[in-house]
Every structure is written in C-alpha cells, then in structure tokens.
C-alpha cells in the first residue's frame, strides 16, 4: 500500500518537499496554520518563486495526489508518517533559534494520533532539539501510541529546490532505531536507487549536520571576502585570487565568490543559532569563529555602500542610484536578511535616491522595505542613474548589455556587488567599473 504522509509547514521547504513526494508516488497532505498558503497551494498555486514547483503542485492538486489543509488532526488520522517542515527563525531578542512552531506541532499532533507512527523532522534546529521534542511528543500521546522521532535534515537550495529534493547530493538518517531508518529508506528508495549516499547516525549527529554544512559554506564565503579586504588593500584582484584557490581540488571553487556576502532565511540565522547552542553547550571554538563569520559578512555590505559613495565622489546625496536585485539570490523571491536589500537601505540613508529592480522579489521586498522606490523594468531603474549596482547576480541582469544600459544612465558607474559582471566588457564601453576586492575599493 502507498505510504501516506504528512508534510508539516508548507513554506520554502516543505512546500517542495511535499509536491516532490507525491512527484515520487506517495499520497502527501500537506499542513500549514497559514490559511491563505494552504488556499493557494489547494489551488494548485505556488505563493512563491521556486523554478518548477509550480508545474508538480499544479498537476499533483490535480490529480488528488496532494492535498493541503489546516488541520492537524486530519494530519493525524491521514498519515502514516510525518515530517515537519514549519520555520525556525532567529528569536526576536537574541540569536538563538526560535522553536515555537516545532513544540506547537508535536504538541499539536500528538493527542490526535491513533496509532504508532515515526515523526521526522526536517527543519533545521540546534542540536539536542529532536531528543526533546520526541519527550514532548511521548508525554501527550494517547495510551497504546507510540511515536518515534527522528530527523532527516534539507539541504536543497532556493532556486533549485526541486532537483534538489529529488535528486539530493546525499541523505541523512538521524534515527533512534532500526524501523525508523527502514521508513526513511522506503521514502527515499528512488534517490537510494540511484546510488545516493545515505549517512546512518544518532539524533544529534544529523542536526548538527546541517548546521555544520551551513557554517562551512558561511565560513568559505566570509573568508573570501576578507581576502577580498586585503586584496584592495594591497591591490591584489580576489577574483584572480578565487580562480587559483579553487583550482585546487581540496578546496573548490564554488562559494569563493566575493562580493556583498550571504544573507537568506538559513545561512545568517543557522550561523548565529549554532553560536549561541555552543555558548550554551561550553563549545567556545565554533562559536568565536561564526561570530567572526557573521560579521565580515555584515562588513562586506558597509564596505559597498562606502564605495558606491567613494564611486560618486565621496557623497550620495541626491544621487540616482540603480539597485539591481532585491533578492538574497538570484531565482528566488526570498528576501530575508537580504544583502541587496541591506544595501539599498544604506545608500538611501545616505540620501541617494535608490530604484531598486528585481525579476522576481519586488513584492516581497515592498512589504519588508516600503521605504524603498521599486520598478517593473531594468530600464526604469537604468533611467537617468548616476550609479548602477549589481546587488544579486540573476543571470538576465548578470548578462545586460553595456552599451544599451550605458544609453539610459546619466553617468556610466558601474559597481559589481557580486563579482560578475565582464569586467573588460563594461570598461570597454567607456564605464567606471568597481567590485570588491578588485583593488582600490575603500
Ligand atoms: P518558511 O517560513 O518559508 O515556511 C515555514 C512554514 O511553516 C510557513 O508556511 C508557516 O506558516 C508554517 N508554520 C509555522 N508555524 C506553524 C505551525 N505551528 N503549524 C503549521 N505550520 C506552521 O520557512 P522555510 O524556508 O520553508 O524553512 C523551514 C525550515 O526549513 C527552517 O528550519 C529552515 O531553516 C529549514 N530549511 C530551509 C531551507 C530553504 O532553503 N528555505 C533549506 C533547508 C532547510
């Protein structure tokens, strides 16, 4: 019989995550306290940009494969097996993670079941979190029921969470025993199939996992942008610098890109949740080098907003300024914690006069930053512009023609925010080009 599951929180992640499984032939019910998400996603709409999740939502709806709703008891009554996939944000006074909606959800679920299940968990949580919430969920269940919990971390990326999720690097089974591992394996036999790693550990080895793997690419990222520091310092070229770095097999060349630094719904607040378990736990060595990562990242966007100023003379004031990109990455519409954004805020407090253009995000950053001025076309952001800056690398604005947006500016300034653009291309067409890390950046 085709295993029925529950997919718990039905944001970025689990809203993927769902169509996915019933992509791979499962029966899926999807769960969300937002009613207007679960609307949407019950019509076959996906409330975000996520390339080609629109299409498996769209046809699985359909089909009656996959289905959405509010309640957690129907969650309960429907499937065999459960996953939670509801937010984990920074806490609002703090660093640490807030956790409220994954004890809602065990708390929520468990008087509800009626017979033994294993609820897995794929939110990114501290580590020491699993072992509680399987407490919490024993001490409200109903007499007879047994629930196991295990976890099964995500690492799929924005913009391609779909390949992602259906063709994943590797697995991670964090589980408690042999009939948990059984049921992750069932659910990912397609993936195992094809001869994806499957990494069998205890509960907190694969939360720490996840975290681990964020704080390694955070690190990489901020460590190239420190070298980008001293590159225009001493006039060195960090991307010439990257190129070398990354032909060395040990070391990659993927997340050497240096620039405005990462931001997201993951990266900042995973690092700055992982600091602050490890003061908790006496771990001081993970938590001093995340805080260092943490803020060269917050450095590299400072650090553009005082070039862009150097760019138009030291002073911004009443300066048209094109912002290219609103989201924290390129294919998303995510605009959490997002550098562009951050960005766009420091220049206009410095009275420039920002238009920002993103292919996806402008609605998104609206309601996050009103303040700001967004346009429906590139050209309008060009217009007039005495500054142009490349704040997320999409490719359509990666690959905008030189000549043609030198046409619309007022003056042809360009600044790199992300180390993309054809350097050679742009100066040939008579602009004033700066990235970090390039040399002579302030
Ligand atoms: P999101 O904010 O897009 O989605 C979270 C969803 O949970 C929302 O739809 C929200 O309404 C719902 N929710 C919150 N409380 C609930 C409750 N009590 N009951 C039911 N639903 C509830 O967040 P996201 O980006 O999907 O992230 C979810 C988790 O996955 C986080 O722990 C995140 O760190 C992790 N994660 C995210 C990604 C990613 O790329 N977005 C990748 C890997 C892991």
Not at 35 to 56: I, Q, T, W
Not at 158 to 178: C, I, K, M, N, Y
Not at 213 to 232: G, P, Q, R, V, Y
Not at 268 to 278: F, G, S, T, V, W
Request: glycine fraction near 8%; charged fraction near 25%.
């Amino acid at each position: 019989m085709t295993l029925r599951i529950s997919v718990i929180g039905t944001g970025y992640l689990g809203a993927t995550h769902a169509a996915c499984l019933a992509e791979l032939g499962f029966d899926v019910l999807g769960v969300d306290r937002s009613a207007a998400k679960v609307d949407a996603l019950s019509r076959g709409l996906v409330p975000f940009h996520e390339p080609g999740l629109d299409e498996l939502v769209a046809g699985h709806t359909a089909s009656g494969r996959l289905r959405f709703t509010t309640d957690l008891a129907e969650a309960a009554a429907f499937a065999d097996v459960h996953f939670i996939c509801v937010g984990t944000p920074q806490q609002s006074q703090g660093t640490a993670a807030d956790l409220t909606a994954v004890f809602d959800v065990a708390a929520g679920l468990a008087p509800h079941l009626r017979h033994s299940t294993v609820v897995i968990g794929k939110s990114t949580v501290p580590v020491g979190t699993a072992a509680e919430l399987a407490a919490t969920l024993r001490a409200r269940l109903p007499l007879g029921v047994e629930a196991e919990v295990a976890w099964n971390p995500e690492f799929l990326r924005e913009g391609h969470a779909v390949q992602d999720t259906l063709r994943p690097d590797r697995l991670v089974f964090g589980v408690t025993s042999p009939g948990a591992e059984l049921v992750l394996r069932e659910i990912y036999a397609a993936a195992i199939e094809r001869g994806t790693p499957v990494h069998v550990t205890d509960l907190a080895t694969a939360e720490l996992a996840k975290v681990a793997a964020n704080a390694f690419l955070a690190t990489k990222i901020s460590f190239i942008n420190a070298m980008a520091e001293i590159s225009d310092r001493a006039g060195a070229d960090v991307v010439a610098l990257a190129d070398v770095l990354g032909d060395d097999a040990r070391i990659g060349r993927r997340f050497l890109d240096a620039g405005i630094g990462f931001g997201g719904g993951c990266l900042p607040k995973d690092i700055r949740a992982l600091a602050a378990r490890a003061a908790e736990l006496g771990a001081p060595s993970i938590r001093a080098l995340l805080e260092d990562v943490d803020d060269i990242n917050l450095r590299a966007r400072d650090r553009a907003a005082d070039l862009a100023a150097a760019m138009c003379g030291g002073d911004l004031d009443g300066r048209r300024v094109a912002l290219l990109g609103a989201a924290f990455k390129p294919l998303s519409d995510d605009v959490r914690d997002s550098p562009a954004l951050h960005v766009a805020a420091a220049l206009r407090r410095r009275g420039a006069d920002v238009r920002v253009f993103d292919p996806a995000a402008a609605n998104n950053a609206r309601a996050v930053a009103p303040e700001l001025t967004y346009v429906a076309h590139v050209d309008a952001a060009l217009h007039d512009a005495d500054l142009v800056v490349l704040a997320t690398d999409w490719p359509e604005l990666v690959a905008l023609d030189p000549g043609r947006a030198g046409a619309l500016v007022r003056s042809r300034r360009i600044l790199d925010g992300r180390n993309k653009l054809d350097e050679e291309a742009w100066t040939a067409a008579g602009w004033a080009f700066r990235a970090l890390g390039r040399a002579a950046a302030p």
